[in-house]
């Protein structure tokens, strides 16, 4: 399984307390941010694994069809080659294969909702105090995929809701 998807969660703003005045500090550096961190599986790898698994169920089932007499068409009772009782078979198969592939997924998924975590995000230009060093080049690369469409890392703002 790889990281799945990051979620921001907004701060909500403090608000002064009775007769307290308001100080506003000048920052360069924005407020931290809360994000949701899971591991989730892949849902591509997962159902290419699975129809791929597909092509030696295909392979069997085409063996154990063809260990009898031939086959045979039913409309012009032509004998059918191995070739094309494989084709039939594998994409019978594989399609079996990948729809039981989802339902895998669905059920990873909904495990790796249990395991999230939540942390606290807060950008520093001074690489001394920072928990991890970047490079610029790694920077950038985390950069890019948090501006990816759906599907690697939204903010929640920016996500449907999908619960």
């Not at 089932?61 to 009782?85: K, M, N, Q, W």
């Not at 920072?130 to 703002?157: F, K, M, Y």
């Amino acid at each position: 399984m790889t990281s799945g998807p990051v979620h921001e969660h907004p701060q909500p703003a403090s608000a002064p307390r009775g007769g307290e005045a308001e100080v506003a500090v000048a920052s360069d550096a924005p407020a931290p941010r809360e994000y949701t961190l899971r591991r989730a599986p892949r849902l591509g790898a997962v159902v290419v694994s699975a129809t791929l698994l597909g092509l030696p169920a295909a392979l069997v089932a085409t063996l154990i069809a063809r260990s009898g007499e031939p086959l045979v068409d039913p409309y012009s009772g032509a004998p059918l080659t191995f070739g094309s009782t494989f084709g039939f078979m594998a994409f019978a198969c594989c399609l079996a294969a990948a729809v039981l592939g989802l339902c895998v997924w669905l059920l990873l998924d909904r495990r790796s909702r249990r395991a999230e975590r939540t942390v606290l995000l807060e950008r520093t230009d001074d690489p001394a105090s920072a928990d991890v060093g970047l490079t610029r080049a790694a920077a950038e690369d985390l950069r890019g995929r948090l501006d990816a469409p759906a599907g690697s890392a939204t903010p929640t703002s920016e996500r449907t809701a999908d619960r």
